[in-house]
Every structure is written in C-alpha cells, then in structure tokens.
C-alpha cells in the first residue's frame, strides 16, 4: 500500500480468528466506555502484565499518562497471554512475531462501533492489524499536512496481517453500519 500502512506477506485462517474472537466474547463481555474513570471500551485484552487488576482492560488504551506526563508501563511489561485465548490465535501471533523479528507487547481486539472513530494521535510504536469484520467506509487516515489533510486507506479483513505506522499522526472512522474488529498487536521495544 504504502509507508503508511504496509501488507505482510503472512496471512492466516480469517475465520478461524473470527471463532476464537467468539470464544473469548463466550467469556467476556466487550467493555464499556467507562468516562468517569477513563477506561476505554470495546477493547479485549490478550495480553496483560503480572500482577494485572483486570486483564481483559490491562491492554486498554494508552500507556501514556498526560496528566501525569509520564509512561505508566511499557510494552514490553505485557508478556502474559489471557488463558481463555484459543491456542490458534496465539500461535499466528507467535509466528507473525517471527516472520517479522519482532517482539510484541499489548494484543488485544479492538472494536470500532459503526459512526464514530477516534481523534487524530500518534502512537509510540508501530502496530500490525488483522481485520476480523469490517466494511468499505471503515477508514484509517493519515494525516499528511495542509494542502492535503488526509489520506485515507481501508485494511480488508483478507486475512493477511498489516503492517502500520502509528507512529505517524492518523485517524481511525467507521462510517459503516456495522462493527469494525480488528486484532492489533503493539511492538515491543
């Protein structure tokens, strides 16, 4: 595609991560937007830290405190796998980390409601997306400057693993009618 967002060449069984996504929510419930105690929802954590008050929300959100103007916790802290993850999901994770030579940090599925999205940021690390269910006005923008402000790009749930640099400043918008699910996987440094 481009710098942006990049394909790997590694794709796996779509439906297969389709059914163990099933398993999971036959577990837990998607969370809730929690406002007053900023928790972030529609996000299932895979992977948490020793020691986790939740470990379905220990991968939620950012690891960024802006209040506190400080890193809460590293990716590299996210290095235990929620026992009710089906052993094929983890597997493609653990050959993806390979294929890539990469080590991975927070994994979680993440689940864009139909009409809304999330403000333009940059991450701290580049991210790998595989897309479970999505649709043709599920975006992701990248923000380029003034002229033009955005590029858009749409990652099809095709099975193969994409490679994105959310280090850049980007967008996400689903402006479908239904849920936009994708697994993401954090590197680690």
């Avoid at 043709?136 to 099975?159: L, N, R, V």
């Amino acid at each position: 595609m481009t710098g942006f967002i990049t394909k790997t060449s590694y794709q796996c069984d779509l439906v297969q991560v389709q059914k163990d996504l099933e398993y999971i929510l036959s577990e837990y419930d998607w969370p809730k937007i929690d406002f007053e105690k900023k928790l972030p929802g529609n996000q299932l954590g895979i992977t948490y830290r020793p020691n986790a008050a939740d470990i379905i929300l220990d991968a939620s959100g950012s690891l960024y405190d802006k209040e506190k103007n400080q890193f809460v916790a590293k990716e590299s802290d996210f290095t235990l796998w929620n026992p009710s993850t089906p052993s094929y999901t983890r597997k493609i994770i653990e050959s993806l980390a390979e294929i890539e030579n990469t080590k991975f940090g927070r994994i979680r599925f993440m689940r864009l409601m139909p009409k809304t999205g999330l403000s333009v940021h940059p991450d701290f690390e580049q991210r790998y997306h595989l897309a479970l269910t999505t649709n043709k006005f599920a975006y992701f923008g990248e923000h380029i400057g003034e002229d033009i402000a955005a590029q858009c790009y749409h990652i099809p749930a095709d099975g193969f693993f994409y490679k994105v640099d959310t280090t850049r400043e980007h967008f996400v918008y689903n402006g479908g009618w239904e849920p936009r699910i994708h697994l993401v996987i954090c590197e680690a440094k």
